[in-house]
């Protein structure tokens, strides 16, 4: 049979889920239960996003500790060098390793002032993803994961400036890169084969966004450089007041992505969750992952 159904592909595939951290009590009760609802998925990591300009650090600091007392869920930390010196950042990837964390996801990160504004590195900081990748592979033996764009950074002149930057990251250290979102799964796996071409061979994990709204992500998108096709557009068109029947086209699209990437091939997805367990949940159940009983957030 078609690879999407077979009965055991769960068994082969492998998840990560993303989240922020929250900004009040409210949410963080909103993220702990979608944790709790997730964890029992078994991901192979969780990992918890670090805000413009060091904005977040206590806030993800705090997620993370939680993640590693409070669930059997191994964390992953992003970091990025925005605003921050190599002593700051190397503080605080020590920092996170004290409190147990072996995973990094190392980002150069955008300007405090905004997507879309000019980045300067800070003078004494780390300049790029790649400089940030060695620096913590200088500090412990870490897994580094590192993102990917399959249309590009909007910044790069063009793909081989872009993969060039993907090859340094990886010759630092990186051991797993994960993508921006896309929609289009062609033009993932045109981008898959442009990076194996130039040499580069760690997984290139598909990051999956499930659209929660989709003016949002409309909107996120352009910013990002990801490509809205008039499809998706289309396929939501008129539901912006009508919920129910969003999240259930929603839903499909997720789906339809999901299978797409398992009839590909793929064996690794990283979910965008935005602190949502749903959508994360229902595509881990469609690609046969079901969930354990007994794990340490329920518990909790
Ligand atoms: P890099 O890999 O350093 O560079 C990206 C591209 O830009 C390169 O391909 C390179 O060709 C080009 N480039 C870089 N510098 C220059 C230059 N000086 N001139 C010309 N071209 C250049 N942001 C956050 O703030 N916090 C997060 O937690 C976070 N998590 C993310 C997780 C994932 C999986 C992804 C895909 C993105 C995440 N981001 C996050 C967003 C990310 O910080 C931005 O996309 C940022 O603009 C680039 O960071 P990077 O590490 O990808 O950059």
Request: charged share 25%; proline share 6%.
């Amino acid at each position: 049979p078609r690879l999407s159904r077979r009965t055991d592909i769960g068994d082969r595939i492998k998840v990560s889920f993303e989240f922020f951290p929250p900004k009040n009590d409210e949410m963080e009760g909103r993220l702990w239960e979608t944790i709790t609802r997730l964890e029992p998925l078994s991901p192979q990591y969780v990992s918890v996003t670090y805000g413009a300009g060091g904005s977040t650090r206590e806030r993800t600091a705090r997620t993370i500790g939680r993640i590693l007392t409070g669930s059997g869920l191994k964390p992953a930390a992003h970091m990025t060098c925005v605003d921050a010196t190599r002593e700051d950042v190397d503080a605080v990837v020590r920092d996170f390793a004290s409190l147990g964390v072996t995973r990094f996801v190392a980002l150069r990160g955008d300007p405090a002032a905004g997507v879309g504004e000019a980045y300067r590195p800070h003078p004494q900081g780390y300049s790029n993803g790649a400089e940030l990748v060695g620096a913590i592979r200088r500090i412990g033996d870490f897994e580094v994961s590192v993102s990917a764009y399959p249309e590009k950074h909007p910044e790069s002149a063009d793909f081989a400036t872009d993969i060039d930057m993907l090859k340094r990251k990886v010759d630092n250290g990186a051991t797993r890169a994960i993508t921006q979102f896309f929609f289009d799964n062609d033009l993932y796996e045109r981008y898959v084969e442009r990076v194996r071409r130039a040499g580069i061979y760690i997984p290139i994990v598909p990051g999956v966004l499930p659209i929660h709204n989709f003016a949002q992500v409309a909107n996120f998108s352009a910013r990002c450089g990801t490509h809205v096709p008039a499809w998706l557009a289309e396929r939501f068109a008129g539901l912006e007041k009508d919920p129910q029947t969003h999240a259930l086209v929603a839903a499909a699209i997720a789906a339809e992505q999901v299978l797409d990437l398992v009839e590909r091939g793929i064996e690794e997805f990283h979910f965008y969750t935005m602190n949502r367990a749903d959508l994360a949940f229902a595509m881990c159940h469609l690609i046969g992952i079901r969930p354990q009983v007994g794990t340490a957030a329920a518990a909790a």
